[in-house]
């Protein structure tokens, strides 16, 4: 069954650091998303992306995040400098089609840990 | 924007009892999504309810949506020890034809042998 898949799986980086997290959506979607989930909270919508630009975005995706769908395949978050609340799990997902009528497939996350 | 009350917030059951998981919606509900998370992994795609009334099953579990009372229950049958995890709905806002999607805080489903 295909799956999304994102790495690394937990990245450590100082406070004030770039990092940049990696998903490789499923082959046949064109919608993509992120999302983050504090310790202890619910899953947060960051930001939507379809047709190479972002569609929507949440009040927590700020200029400090972007994101970017360099080739065909890899679709990533950048956080430009890094503060502890950042320290999350992030979640990419991807769907066929638009809300509503298809489902969005979520990878396993990366834990990001900012000290 | 769409607020997702999920209960109860934790269930712990015998293996082979049915259970009852409720998520009630602040809005009309149009659509509602059901995921299962593991603890530190992601989340994995249950079921989708896109219509008032709809029900939906896989395997041992099924999942409807009342339209009219804002809620989506997910029913579990003869649970088992690999249902165990973490239950959450999801849901669109209206105003969004673009994909976000809104989540409860979950369930927490323990079963024990």
């Known amino acids: 069954e295909p799956e999304v898949t994102q790495t690394p799986s937990h990245q450590v980086t100082q406070m004030g650091q770039e990092v940049i997290l990696r998903c490789v959506p499923i082959?046949?979607?064109?919608?993509f998303y992120w999302y983050r989930q504090i310790l202890g909270q619910k899953v947060e919508f960051l930001v939507s992306?379809?047709?190479?630009?972002?569609?929507?975005k949440s009040e927590i995706f700020d200029d400090q995040f972007s994101v970017e769908r360099p080739d065909g395949s890899n679709f990533t978050l950048k956080i430009r400098s890094t503060k502890l609340e950042d320290s999350a799990m992030y979640f990419c997902?991807?769907?066929?089609?638009?809300?509503?009528?298809?489902?969005?497939?979520f990878g396993d996350g990366t834990r990001l840990s900012i000290l | 924007s769409q607020e997702l009350e999920q209960s109860p917030q934790s269930l712990i059951v015998q293996e082979g009892k049915n259970l009852t998981i409720n998520c009630t919606s602040s809005?009309?509900?149009?659509?509602l999504y059901w995921y299962k998370q593991k603890y530190g992994e992601g989340l994995i795609f249950l079921m989708m309810?896109?219509?008032?009334?709809e029900e939906k099953s896989h395997e041992k579990i099924t999942a409807k949506l009342d339209e009219k009372k804002q809620q989506s229950s997910l029913h579990i049958t003869a649970s088992q020890p690999s249902h165990a995890g973490i239950y959450l709905c999801g849901a669109h806002d209206r105003g969004s034809t673009l994909g976000r999607l809104y989540f409860g805080r979950g369930t927490q489903l323990t079963v024990w042998p």
């Open positions: 992306f379809y047709n190479n630009e972002i569609s929507e």
């Open positions: 997902a991807s769907s066929e089609g638009v809300a509503y009528l298809s489902p969005q497939h």
């Open positions: 809005k009309t509900l149009y659509g």
């Open positions: 082959s046949n979607h064109l919608y």
């Open positions: 309810l896109q219509k008032g009334g």
